[in-house]
């Protein structure tokens, strides 16, 4: 995404057209920086060929799993509508994997049917469940057991997984626990070790960290893990300004010191570093408000559309679609039309003079926008527009108030 001759173009087509011929709001994706990504990201590891599944959290587009898939990347699930997305856009059964802390009875029903790569149980009770159901279904499940390394992510509090006080994965005692339970099974396979530690980080260290104590771990049970699940939560720079970048150079180094020790394949969960800085959300501004001593800039873009800035006050650049020289006196609020006070996106010094009709992108959109969107106000969800050099494809229509009343 850059500007060419003052107007913000994707790939080969300007952001006006687009938003001309399709309206807005609506999300629109470059193909090129996902192949960028993904080729990036099997670089950086390269040296122990990780099997890497993608986040389908992070975006439920099944066209742009599709796509990634192309790419020869599995897929990490957390609900049976995810995995029904997954195997619905291609993906092999035997790169899936399962995780979340409250799978019920009939999504471990449906995984065991469609034969996936591993279940990631999170407790105790989730173990039982499995050995029960497969008994019952007289099968063998292969599983791994997700691991609380109680190790600080550095990262938001919200968007942290691997502390003491956070919901996910069992402590060293349970797991222990589980591990000799999973032995006494005739009808699970215990095959990984699991573990994430949260979202956006942008520090080496904290990986680290995570595998001096998976190291440990494996070492006290003496089992022979065929897989490491290490998550994902490998951040993307929002803001051009922080520097701060994480160093893959140093965290696969820290992964092949720790494969010197142990004989193991690992999995990788990566959805924000695929997909998050492919996607940007163009809205039009519908009107602008004297607020005193700033000025509401009121998009038709809502919480509803992009739900992060509101959900955890995380902040996305804003740029003009057409670049003027001209820069206003006044501070300027984005805001959406919602009827809450959290449905605003940033505020912002120094902006370009805009007016109304103008458009606005909200840049890095692709991770979390879509996913976390709903009808709230009963307003329908956007458009989705993936841009291929100068081919625009639709891969998902805009809602319709039809489609929801």
Known sequence: MKYYKKKLIIEKINFQSLAHKFGTPAYCYSYSK????????????KSFSPLICFSVKSNTNVNLIREIKKFGLGADVVSKGELMMALKAGVPPSKIVFSGVG?????????????????????????????????????????GIRLNPNTDAKTLKQISTGKSE????????????????????????????????????????????????????INKTKHSFEFVDLGGGMGISYNKKIKKKLSYKKYNSAIKNFLRKHDTKIIFEPGRS??????????????????????????????????????YGAIHKILPVNKSNSVSRYIYEFVGPICESTDKFVTLK????????????????????????????????????????????????????????
């Open 166 to 217: 956070n919901k996910f994965g069992v402590n060293s005692k349970t797991f222990y626990e589980l591990v000799n339970y999973c032995k006494n099974s005739k009808n699970i396979n215990l095959q990984c070790l699991s573990v994430h530690i949260g979202s956006q980080i942008l520090d080496h260290k904290p990986y680290e960290k995570m595998l001096k104590v998976v190291s440990n771990i």
């Open 34 to 45: 996902l192949k960028e990504n993904i080729n990036k990201f099997k670089e950086n590891f």
């Open 103 to 143: 799978k019920t009875i009939e999504e471990i029903n449906f995984a065991i049917e469609k034969k996936i790569l591993l279940i990631n149980a999170e407790s105790k009770s989730e173990i039982q469940e499995i050995n029960k159901i497969a008994k019952r279904k007289k099968k063998i499940v292969k599983v």
């Open 274 to 311: 695929i997909i998050g800085d492919t996607g940007t959300l163009i809205s039009k501004i519908i009107y602008i408000k004297d607020g005193g001593s700033k000025k509401f800039i009121i998009l038709d873009a809502a919480m509803n559309d992009l739900m992060r800035p509101a959900l």
């Open 350 to 405: 120094k902006f370009q003079k805009l007016k109304e009709s103008d458009f606005v992108a909200i840049c890095d959109v692709g991770a979390y926008g879509m996913s976390l969107s709903s009808n709230y106000n009963l307003r329908p969800k956007p458009v989705e527009l993936l841009i291929k050099g100068t081919n625009i494809r639709v891969i998902k229509d805009r809602q319709k108030h039809s489609d929801l009343i």
